[in-house]
């Protein structure tokens, strides 16, 4: 063997502190569902609120492009003429 000596003491408190991160994200994960339920049961769309989250988590210009890229290909989508379509399939 190798005359290297590994630091337990340091790797348990690397563990322990990641176990506890874990648990925490746990927590709030199910917090998280607890609102989602309530927004539920007041009438909200779930789907349409996280999709809200998601919009407001990217920047203002990716946003953007990412909306005129739905726009091009549904404009595109939409202009195909229908035998063209039942080809490409």
Do not use: C, H, W
Not at 34 to 54: N, P, Q
């Amino acid at each position: 063997m190798s005359d290297v000596t590994i630091p337990g003491g340091k790797i348990r408190a690397f563990v322990e502190r990641i176990e506890n991160i874990d648990t925490e994200l746990q927590e709030l994960n199910e917090q998280k569902k607890e609102v989602f339920a309530e927004a539920k049961g007041e009438g909200f769309d779930v789907k349409i609120l996280k999709e809200i989250i998601k919009l407001r988590k990217q920047d203002e210009e990716e946003r953007d492009e990412r909306e005129s890229m739905l726009d091009l290909y549904m404009r595109a989508m939409e202009q195909a003429a229908p035998e063209n379509v039942a080809k490409a399939a």
